[in-house]
Nanobody
Framework: QVQLVESGGGLVQPGGSLRLSCVVS????????MAWYRQAPGNQRELVAT???????TYSDSVKGRFTISRDNAKNTVYLQMNSLKFEDTAVYYC??????WGEGTLVTVSL
C-alpha cells in the first residue's frame, strides 16, 4: 500500500520561508518521479514543481526562483523549500506520486 505523508506547513509572514516534507512508503521511492501540487480556496489544484527519479526539476512560473524541490532517496522523502513567500502562496500543498497517489496535504498560510 502506497502512502504519502506531508508535513511542514504552517503560518508564515510574507517574505518568510518554509520547508515541506513528504515521506513515501509502500514503493521503491528512488524509481519514481515526484511532484508537489497546491490548491488555494476556490481554485483548482495546480502543479507547483516536479522532480524526476534522476533529480531533474521543473517549476511553475509562479514559483520559479523562489521554490526548490529536492529528494533524499535514502529517506524516501521529497522536499519543497519555499522562500520569499507571498500572500498568493497560501494553499494546501499536496505531494503526488505516479499512479494517482496523494497525501492528505499540509496547509501553508502566508499572512501578516
Amino acid at each position: 500500500q502506497v502512502q504519502l505523508v506531508e508535513s511542514g506547513g504552517g503560518l508564515v509572514q510574507p517574505g518568510g520561508s518554509l520547508r515541506l516534507s513528504c515521506v513515501v512508503s509502500g514503493r521503491i521511492f528512488r524509481l519514481y518521479a515526484m511532484a508537489w501540487y497546491r490548491q488555494a480556496p476556490g481554485n483548482q489544484r495546480e502543479l507547483v514543481a516536479t522532480i524526476t527519479s534522476r533529480g531533474t526539476t521543473t517549476y511553475s512560473d509562479s514559483v520559479k526562483g523562489r521554490f526548490t524541490i529536492s529528494r533524499d532517496n535514502a529517506k524516501n522523502t521529497v522536499y519543497l523549500q519555499m522562500n520569499s513567500l507571498k500572500f498568493e502562496d497560501t494553499a494546501v500543498y499536496y505531494c503526488n506520486s505516479p499512479g494517482n497517489y496523494w497525501g492528505e496535504g499540509t496547509l501553508v498560510t502566508v499572512s501578516l
